[in-house]
């Protein structure tokens, strides 16, 4: 969870290690992903993938040695291994990309699902740089942009859902549906208000926009919620792995979380 009081007098210490918590697992969890939807002959990025799974683990491992007292130059240092790890990946990630999108590979990894995953990793390397570069507090067209990422990695879920329900499965499928055009309006509209700036950068149009947002997620995270039981249950029919269905359960909780972040900086400012 994010630490919005951030009591330590280092709050860098302390994103710090939320954010490789959290992106970490999920960094392992694509590379365990991408290699499911390999086939048996595509052995080589198979092997890449289980090295990025082995590579993450360590540094779960190497991250639970760590708290939010170790002095900051040990964590800015943590903060540039793992950095080069997030690079790693996503350069890894662009390239089965790339081979894909030339038809050099088949798989039953859609493209846009293997870009995803390489907008996410870049977005934690970038993350990590901020840290380390000492910007911790949003600002307004930070929030904006973060919102923008979010919103599409949202939407980008809804349509993977949809995809890969049974197509038995036809009030989920319609469900997954109607989210995805949600999410793209939304985007569309972050879109505008992005472009808007610096004249949008007032309290009440952020204030309405984190707002609107904040209703929208946490309907989709009750229905990825309730996806995931159900499939962790073997009461619906999909292609969708528990833990992938888990797994952006978890990432709706974390915009969420920022959302409450940005809103609480806000506040913060209007004192």
């Known amino acids: 969870m994010l630490n919005h009081n951030m009591a330590n007098p280092n709050p860098i210490v302390t994103r710090s290690l939320d954010e490789i918590r959290f992106w970490s697992r999920i960094m392992k969890e694509h590379a365990l992903f991408l290699s499911l939807g390999f086939t048996h002959e595509q052995s080589q990025l198979i092997a890449e993938a289980q090295q990025f799974i082995d590579l993450f683990e360590r540094i779960e491992e190497k991250l639970s040695k760590y708290s939010v007292n170790t002095d900051i130059r040990q964590i800015q240092a943590f903060n540039n291994e793992v950095y080069q790890a997030a690079v790693a990946i996503w ?7 790339g081979l894909t999108l ?3 590979i088949r798989t039953n990894n859609y493209a846009l699902l293997i870009d995803h995953v390489s907008r996410e990793a870049a977005y934690f390397a970038n993350r990590l740089k901020d840290l380390n570069e000492g910007r911790l ?3 307004p067209d930070t929030i904006i942009q973060e919102n923008l990422f979010f919103l599409r990695i949202m939407a980008d879920h809804a349509k993977f859902i ?15 549906r109607e989210f995805s055009h949600d999410f793209d309006q939304l ?3 972050a ?31 009750d229905f990825k919620k309730t996806a995931r ?4 249950a073997c009461r619906i029919k999909s292609n969708i792995h528990p833990l992938l269905a888990d797994h952006t359960f978890r990432e709706a909780e974390r915009f969420l979380e920022i959302i409450d972040l940005f809103e609480s900086h806000l506040s913060n400012n209007n004192r």
Request: proline share 6%; aromatic share 4%.
């Open 91 to 97: 350069s890894y990630k662009r390239k089965v990309l």
């Open 102 to 104: 030339r038809c050099e």
């Open 137 to 139: 507090a949003p600002e």
């Open 162 to 176: 949809g995809h890969l329900l049974d197509p038995s499965e036809r009030k989920l499928v319609e469900q997954a």
């Open 187 to 189: 985007v569309f509209q």
């Open 191 to 221: 879109i505008d208000l992005d472009s808007m700036r610096p004249q949008s950068q007032t309290e009440p149009i952020l204030d309405q926009f984190l707002d609107q947002n904040r209703v929208s997620v946490a309907s989709l995270r």
């Open 229 to 232: 039981d159900l499939i962790e």
